[in-house]
């Protein structure tokens, strides 16, 4: 008998999404990549919906593009060839959810890799953007060096959090080192973040 329960980080933050998203929603993938994620919320949202996709690899945004394309799935998407940092030059309408999947592609340029400042900043802004039961999903990667720091930058970020303005949980495997990816989950609470 195969298990229901996801079997890596993941698919368990894309289970936790398909849980929480309707057609019609209004979502960002801030890490569009080679568009597998952003492929999977534009099925989640529909062609009433929208997906803002934000990458700074011009062959992210093209591989995002034929994903979707291929999907016949482009029409709900916008495509950003621009850092998710600047997310809020973009986006002016209350989110339902916000992905980032952070780090590097496999299988291409490893210095072109997602960094602490511009991730603690554009999840800042995107906690300002979401709508009050809106999610936040944070992959981290802490097997290298600039992943380890942004892994510290990010848990400062989620201990900034006032517990009655956002709710944060953790999924990891316990028994895999602590360089394995994991998850951290962000639920808007309250109207207003303010950051400590
Ligand atoms: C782990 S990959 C994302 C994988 C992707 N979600 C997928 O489904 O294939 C991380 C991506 O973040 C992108 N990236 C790095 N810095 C960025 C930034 N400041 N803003 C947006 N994307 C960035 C990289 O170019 C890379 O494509």
């Given at each position: 008998?195969?298990s ?9 933050v ?6 929480h998203?309707?057609?019609?929603d ?36 093209h ?12 029409a709900?998407?916008q ?10 030059q ?65 848990e ?7 517990q ?33």
């Amino acid at each position: 008998m195969t298990s229901t329960l996801p079997h890596n980080i993941l698919s368990f933050v894309h289970y936790l999404l398909s849980q929480h998203l309707k057609s019609g929603d209004y979502v960002a993938d801030c890490t569009a990549g080679n568009g597998n994620d952003t492929l999977f919320l534009a099925q989640r949202v529909g062609q009433t919906g929208c997906v803002w996709a934000f990458d700074i690899q011009e062959m992210a945004i093209h591989n995002t593009r034929q994903r979707l394309n291929n999907a016949d799935l482009l029409a709900p998407v916008q495509l950003i060839l621009d850092g998710h940092q600047n997310i809020d030059q973009y986006i002016h309408q209350p989110l339902d959810a916000v992905m980032f999947n952070l780090g590097y592609l496999p299988q291409s340029d490893k210095t072109c890799t997602t960094t602490a400042n511009h991730s603690v900043l554009a999840m800042k802004k995107s906690l300002n953007l979401l709508r009050p039961n809106g999610l936040l999903t944070v992959v981290l990667y802490g097997g290298h060096s600039t992943g380890s720091d942004e892994c510290l930058a990010v848990e400062a970020l989620a201990r900034q959090c006032k517990q009655q303005q956002v709710d944060i949980l953790r999924y990891q495997f316990a028994n895999r080192p602590k360089s394995a990816p994991y998850a951290l989950i962000f639920r808007k609470i309250s109207d207003e973040i303010v950051f400590s």
